[in-house]
């Protein structure tokens, strides 16, 4: 595959989401309504993750599963089926550099980049890779929805107090304390409608970026 912008880059809880939709349902037609409803996507983004899976061969243009798709939902065809479609997506030269099988993020990274791709962009490209290429099939498609509910992380959130209580600044005897109420931020993202992939990740991970990796003073 000669064009980088044609390599694929999809989320995993799309790849997953699909796979165990098929698993319950191997023929329903996808479109990007049903794909953003069943994963909890925005429909702009969906209607660009349907592109990706019909160019990678797992939906064909009628939003149906391939045949390759339905040997990749199933457990024990499933190891043949991500050979296959692996072989018709990248070429030869990554498979030998980074095979999936060694799960090798920067030796993946380093060939999207040789490629021409930003940074940002080779390692979201190299993530699909190796997650395509995974030698064992996601347990739970629907782990990403529930990720939070269920991971220590959101334990601890949920057993933190709500609200801090800190001294004023005189160091006075007896001083007052007063309660830091907690601040909720809602942030609505209006996407444009013809906005490419790799625009609407870019968005996203300035946000990641802005919102939760700056420290807080």
Do not use: C
């Amino acid at each position: 595959m000669a064009d980088k912008n044609s390599y694929p880059q999809i989320p995993a809880t799309v790849w997953w989401g699909l796979r165990g939709i098929l698993q319950r349902t191997p023929t329903v037609t996808i479109d990007d309504r049903f794909l953003g409803v069943q994963l909890g996507v925005q429909e702009v983004a969906a209607r660009q993750y349907l592109s990706e899976l019909k160019r990678v061969g797992i939906l064909t243009e009628e939003g149906k599963a391939t045949a390759v798709a339905l040997r990749w939902r199933n457990n024990e065809t499933y190891s043949a089926a991500v050979q296959e479609i692996l072989a018709s997506v990248y070429p030869e030269g990554l498979l030998h550099v980074a095979p999936p099988v060694d799960q090798n993020r920067q030796k993946a990274i380093a060939w999207f980049t040789h490629e021409g791709l930003g940074s940002g962009t080779a390692g979201n490209k190299a993530a699909t890779y190796l997650m395509m290429g995974s030698r064992t099939p996601s347990d739970s498609p629907s782990k990403g929805a529930s990720a939070q509910k269920g991971s220590p992380e959101a334990s601890k959130v949920a057993k933190a107090k709500p609200s801090k209580q800190i001294k004023s600044t005189d160091g006075a005897p007896g001083a007052r304390q007063f309660d830091l109420m907690p601040l909720n931020v809602n942030v609505q993202i209006h996407i444009s409608a013809d906005a490419t992939g790799e625009q609407i990740e870019s968005i996203f991970s300035a946000m990641r970026r802005y919102l939760y990796d700056k420290p807080i003073s």
